[in-house]
């Protein structure tokens, strides 16, 4: 990121990065991460709009091989009950570190938020077993404009006149158990990062941009944990359902 640049907490914001996607494609990669699932299961998916919850075990590589491991099963989700729930298993070296989870200890809260205000939070949890997880942050996802900024027409932004009502960015927020939804402790920036002919992958659910600053006393197992988080929330929400009738 540019000396001279800071992470958008809300738009509108003088001195944010937007960055092209030139500027993107430049940056230093720092892990790579494969996604193993069922081809047929992909395909029965696809065909009855459930792609997006498809069960898979993601992998992450560094320069040093294979860093960690995340098995996530397939679910339909917090509204169906609190056995339906979304749940990532993260695991380094076959031991188990920490999950990431739809936050549902309220079913009908839960329920609210997501039917009624767009909104849907996923929990952080630290921990070597089930017994233990700990819960250390959670990513709220206003999909609407019924959270801390309007998130309406977020991360479409292709300039040109006429075209006021899309917005660069769009924002999650990363918050700490208890704290208000208004004091995020970090915010992640989904960005457009307009470009040549991956403004038409991108509209074809080929890709997403997040621009994701760790908050401060965030630990490196609480970080990969973090990005997973993000990884839950774009499989649900932002890559391909399938059911398309053409």
């Known amino acids: 990121m540019p000396a001279d640049k800071a992470t958008a907490t ?11 996607g030139d ?5 230093k990669p720092l892990i790579y991460v494969q996604e193993e699932s069922s081809c047929c299961l992909r395909a029965v998916l696809a065909l009855f709009g459930g792609l997006n919850l498809r069960a898979l075990t993601l992998r992450y ?23 339906c729930k979304l749940h990532m298993t993260v695991k380094r070296g076959g031991q188990m570190i920490g999950a990431v989870e739809e936050d549902c200890d309220s079913c009908g809260t839960c329920c609210f938020e997501q039917c009624c205000l767009c909104t849907c939070t996923h929990k952080v949890l630290v921990g070597s077993s089930r017994e233990t997880l700990v819960h250390k942050y959670s990513l709220r996802n206003p999909m609407c404009c019924c959270g801390r900024v309007n998130n309406c027409c977020g991360a479409t932004y292709v300039g040109g006149p006429g075209r006021d009502c899309c917005k660069p960015n769009y924002f999650i927020d990363i918050l700490e158990p208890g704290a208000s ?32 600053p760790f908050p401060p006393k965030s630990l490196p197992t609480e970080r990969a944990l973090l990005i997973t988080a993000l990884l839950s929330i774009e499989y649900a929400y932002f890559s391909r359902q399938g059911g398309e009738s053409t």
């Open 10 to 20: 809300d738009n509108g914001q003088p001195n944010t990065w937007l960055p092209s």
């Open 23 to 27: 500027e993107i494609n430049a940056l």
């Open 181 to 212: 939804p208004d004091h995020p402790t970090a915010v992640i920036q989904k960005t457009y990062g307009a470009g040549g002919c991956s403004d038409c992958c991108r509209c074809m659910f080929d890709f997403n941009n997040y621009i994701m």
């Open 61 to 83: 590589w560094g320069v040093n091989g294979e860093q960690l491991s995340v098995d996530r099963p397939c679910r339909c989700g917090a509204c169906w009950g609190p056995c």
